[in-house]
C-alpha cells in the first residue's frame, strides 16, 4: 500500500516567486493536513480538511498561503509570494477521519528553501 | 501552545531500555497521550497512545502515572534505528488538532 506522497521534496526558490507543493494522502483518507515544520521545532498546524472542505485553516497566512483540495483526494499548498522565513519543510498527512481517532499518516515532506 | 514537557535530548546505549520521559500536568480528562517519533528526513510516525491504562504494542510500551499527569515511553531493546525525535502529545478524540512540542531528540549510541 503507497503512503502519503508529496512532491516535489526539495524545492529552491528566490524571494518574491511563487511555489506549490503537492500531496496524493493514502486511498479512502478523507482527512488531510497540511504542517510547516521549521528546523529544530516539531510540525505546526497550518490547514486541516475534511473531504473537500477545510475545516480548520486558522494557522494558515491567508496574505500568502493558499490550499486547494477540489476532489477530496489529492491537495496543493501554494506560497505567493515566498519570503525568506518560509524556508522550512512542508509535510502533509492523512487519516481516515479526524474526529475520532485514527492514526495520522505523514509522508516524507516537501523542503523549501528560500533565498 | 504544546501541552506538553519533555527533556531536548537524551542518549542511550544500543540495546538497553531507553526512557523517555514526559509532563502533561494540565492533561484533561478525555485527554490521549500519544507518541510519534520523527527519523531525520522522514515525517512523523505512530508510536503509541493511552488514555489511563498503561499500553504496549510491538514498538514500544506507554506508562502513565496513576494521576496521568506524565507519562513515560519505553522502547525496550534501543536501536541505532531508534535515533530520532520522540513527540509526546495530549490530544481528545473529539477532533482536536495533534500540538506537537520541540520533542525529546533520542540518540542511540553503539
Known amino acids: 500500500e503507497a503512503g502519503v506522497v508529496q512532491s516535489p521534496r526539495y524545492k529552491i526558490i528566490e524571494k518574491k516567486q511563487p511555489v506549490a507543493f503537492w500531496c496524493n494522502p493514502i486511498s479512502g483518507h478523507n482527512t488531510l493536513y497540511w504542517y510547516r515544520q521549521n528546523l529544530g521545532q516539531g510540525p505546526e498546524l497550518l490547514i486541516r480538511?475534511?473531504?473537500?472542505?477545510?475545516?480548520?485553516d486558522s494557522q494558515l497566512p491567508k496574505d500568502r498561503f493558499s490550499a486547494e483540495r477540489l476532489k477530496g483526494v489529492d491537495s496543493t499548498l501554494k506560497i505567493q509570494p515566498a519570503e525568506l522565513g518560509d524556508s522550512a519543510v512542508y509535510l502533509c498527512?492523512?487519516?481516515?477521519?479526524?474526529?475520532?481517532?485514527?492514526?495520522?499518516?505523514f509522508g516524507p515532506g516537501t523542503r523549501l528553501t528560500v533565498l | 501552545d504544546a501541552k506538553t514537557t519533555q527533556p531536548p535530548s537524551m542518549d542511550c546505549a544500543e540495546g538497553r531500555a531507553a526512557n523517555l520521559p514526559c509532563n502533561h500536568s494540565?492533561?484533561?480528562?478525555?485527554?490521549?497521550v500519544y507518541w510519534y517519533r520523527q527519523i531525520h528526513s522522514q515525517g512523523p510516525q505512530y508510536i503509541i497512545h493511552?488514555?489511563?491504562n498503561n499500553e504496549t504494542n510491538e514498538m514500544a510500551s506507554l506508562i502513565i502515572t496513576e494521576d496521568r499527569k506524565s507519562s513515560t515511553l519505553i522502547l525496550p531493546h534501543a536501536t541505532l534505528r531508534d535515533t530520532a525525535v520522540y513527540y509526546c502529545i495530549v490530544r481528545n478524540n473529539y477532533g482536536q488538532n495533534f500540538v506537537f512540542g520541540p520533542g525529546t531528540r533520542l540518540s542511540v549510541l553503539p
Open positions: 493511552g488514555l489511563k
Open positions: 480538511y475534511e473531504n473537500e472542505e477545510a475545516v480548520d
Open positions: 494540565t492533561i484533561s480528562g478525555n485527554e490521549y
Open positions: 498527512a492523512s487519516t481516515l477521519a479526524g474526529g475520532a481517532y485514527n492514526e495520522q499518516f
